[in-house]
C-alpha cells in the first residue's frame, strides 16, 4: 500500500511540474506584441520589401520578354543588310539585261545574263524580298518615294504614273522604297 501511495505521489508532483511550466509559457504568450511600435514598423518594412520584390520580379519578365522579341526581330531581319546590297547588283543585272542590240554575239552573252539575273530575282524571292507593285497605283508614302509629280491627262491625282527605279519589299519591311512619278 505504501508503494501504491508513493507512486501516486510521484505521479501527481510529476503532473504539477508539468503543469507549471505550461501555465508560464502560456502566460508569456498572451502578451500581444502586434500593438507595439517596433512590431508595426517591422510589418510596414516587411510590406514595402514584399512590394519591392514583386515589382523587381516583374521587371524582370518584362525585361526577358522584350529580350527575347528583340532577338526573334534580329533573326528575322538578319539578312537585311545583304539583300539590301544585293538589289543594289540586281539593278545593274536589270540594266544590262534590257540593253537592245543588233549583234548576235552579244545576244548570246546577254541570254547568259539574263538566266543569271532571272536566277538571282529567285533567290531573293526565296528568301522573301519582292517587288512593290505601283505603277497605275495610289501613291503611298510608305512604299513609294515621290521624285516628281507630272501632269497627265485621263489620270486622276496622287496615282503613280512611272517607276524610276524599283522598290522591294523584304518580309513585311520596305527594304528599298520605289522611287516614282506621280500625277498632279
Do not use: W
Not at 508539468?18 to 510596414?44: G, M, T, V, Y
Not at 527575347?68 to 545593274?92: G, H, N, P, V
Not at 510608305?142 to 522598290?167: P, Q
Amino acid at each position: 500500500m505504501e508503494e501504491n501511495k508513493n507512486e501516486e505521489v510521484l505521479e501527481q508532483t510529476k503532473e504539477q511540474q508539468e503543469e507549471n511550466p505550461k501555465k508560464k509559457s502560456s502566460k508569456k504568450n498572451k502578451i500581444d506584441i502586434s500593438k507595439e511600435p517596433a512590431f508595426i514598423e517591422l510589418q510596414e518594412e516587411n510590406a514595402k520589401l514584399l512590394d519591392q520584390l514583386l515589382r523587381k520580379q516583374a521587371e524582370f519578365e518584362n525585361y526577358k520578354k522584350r529580350v527575347l522579341e528583340e532577338r526573334q526581330r534580329d533573326r528575322k531581319y538578319a539578312l537585311q543588310d545583304f539583300l539590301m546590297e544585293s538589289i543594289e547588283t540586281l539593278d545593274i543585272f536589270d540594266k544590262a539585261v534590257s540593253f537592245q542590240t543588233d549583234d548576235q554575239t552579244l545576244r548570246n552573252f546577254l541570254s547568259g545574263f539574263i538566266m543569271v539575273n532571272n536566277r538571282l530575282k529567285n533567290i531573293l524571292e526565296n528568301y522573301g524580298v519582292v517587288q512593290i507593285d505601283c505603277l497605275n497605283k495610289q501613291f503611298d508614302p510608305t512604299f513609294h518615294s515621290a521624285l516628281e509629280t507630272v501632269e497627265k491627262e485621263g489620270v486622276e491625282s496622287n496615282i503613280v504614273v512611272e517607276v524610276v527605279m524599283t522598290g522591294y519589299m523584304y518580309k513585311d519591311r520596305v527594304l528599298r522604297p520605289a522611287m516614282v512619278k506621280v500625277s498632279k
